[in-house]
Each structure stands twice: as C-alpha cells, then as structure tokens.
C-alpha cells in the first residue's frame, strides 16, 4: 500500500505569495493532520480534516488554512507569506479521526524569501 | 493543556552500547504516547505508540519504550545501538480518545560511534 504522498517537495516563494501544498493519504485513510516544522518552533501542529470538515485546529494566523476533498486528498494554503513561514510543513494520515496512529508523509520544504 | 520534555537534544552512543532517550510528559488527563522517528530529509515515521494496556511497548527495529504513570515519563531504549539508529527522536503525546492533535518534543538528535 502506498504511503503519504505530498507535492510538491520542494518550493521557493516570495514574501507576499500564497502557495497551495497538496497530501494525498494512504488509501482508506480518511482523516489528514498538518504540522510544521522548523528549527525554531520544532513541530507544531496546523490542522485536521475529517471527511471534509475541519476537526481540530492549532494556533497558527488565519493565513494559514486547508481543505478535504471527497477522496480524503488535503490542501493547505498559506496567504501572504512571510519569511517566518520557511519550514518542513509534514501531512500525516490516519484511519479515522483520533482513534489510530498517524502516519507521516516526508514533507514539503517551503523556503519563503 | 499537554506538554513533553525531551532531555537531552544530542545523545551519543557507541555501535553495541544501550540507547536511552528520555521523554516527560505533562498531561491532565491520561495520555496516549508516541515516539517517532526522523531521517534526514524524510518524513516521522512510527516506532511505537502507547494507548492503553500493557506498560511496556515494543516497536519496530527493536526499540520498546515503558510508560511510567507515577514518574510521567515514556523513556524510549534498544539494547543494542546499531549505525542505522543515527536520527532524530521525537516523543509525542495526545489526549486519550484522540491520535490527532499532537504535541510533540523538542526532539533527540541520537549519534552512533564505531
């Protein structure tokens, strides 16, 4: 079975920009978790998604958002980068919401400059 | 609200020598725990998990780690250190009922010597 995919791996953006970011779980997964990464703030937890609805959510600006398409596939969306976004932002699939392990994709590295 | 300490952001071990990372957690309801492993440019991948039943856990490559309720503490060990275990160690902990919202350690950058 094929695990967490996320596109693309690699991103360069300009302060100012928004960028989408994409995750596709593993198949039969229904419920996606976001974190992001950096050296700074270590892994923080975004958001989650639960057939197409939003089921918790961590303390980041409203500039960062997401979404959950009827295939379980997620997006997230940052408005107005600033550099402060520069991190490994990692999405992580589980069977269903809060009741089974996560597992992770390898991340997309946003390099805001 | 949930918390973990890590102690110890570099350990250092010698190929053979005994591997022990330490994890506290603060949590006011009983927690379900996790340590995760990362390789440089890659993703955390799952070494083992605690929700409830048996206090000691055995995960993947060898790694078990036990849940001490009394001393908070989820401390992540393998008997034998081998090359491969050189990586990034993050515990994590969520509240009981839900494995979605993680709270994850500063990490533990683990070191194997020849």
């Known amino acids: 079975k094929a695990g967490v995919t996320q596109t693309p791996r690699y991103l360069i953006k300009t302060r100012g920009q928004q960028v989408t970011l994409s995750c596709s779980p593993i198949s039969g997964h229904r419920s996606v978790s976001w974190y992001q990464q950096t050296p700074g703030q270590g892994l923080q937890f975004l958001f989650e998604?639960?057939?197409?609805?939003?089921?918790n959510k961590g303390n980041f600006p409203g500039r960062f958002s997401g979404r959950q398409f009827s295939n379980s596939r997620s997006e997230m969306n940052v408005s107005t980068l600033e550099l402060g976004d520069s991190a490994l932002y990692l999405c992580?699939?589980?069977?269903?919401?809060?009741?089974?392990?996560?597992?992770f994709g390898p991340g997309t590295r946003l390099t805001v400059t | 609200a949930q918390s973990v300490t890590q102690l110890g952001s570099h350990v250092s071990v010698s190929e053979g020598a005994l591997v022990l990372l330490r994890c506290n957690y603060s949590?006011?309801?009983?927690?379900?725990l996790f340590w995760y492993v990362q390789y440089p440019n890659q993703g955390l991948q799952l070494l083992l998990k605690?929700?409830?039943?048996?206090?000691l856990v055995k995960g993947i490559n060898g790694f078990e780690a036990e849940f001490k309720k009394s001393e908070t503490s989820f401390h992540l060990t393998k008997p034998s250190a081998h090359m491969s275990d050189a990586a990034e160690y993050f515990c994590a902990v969520s509240p009981t009922g839900t494995a979605s919202k993680l709270t994850f350690g500063t990490g533990t950058r683990l070191q194997v010597t020849l």
């Open positions: 998604y639960f057939s197409e609805t939003q089921r």
């Open positions: 992580a699939s589980s069977l269903e919401s809060g009741r089974r392990e996560q597992y």
């Open positions: 605690y929700t409830t039943g048996a206090t």
């Open positions: 949590s006011s309801v009983p927690p379900y």
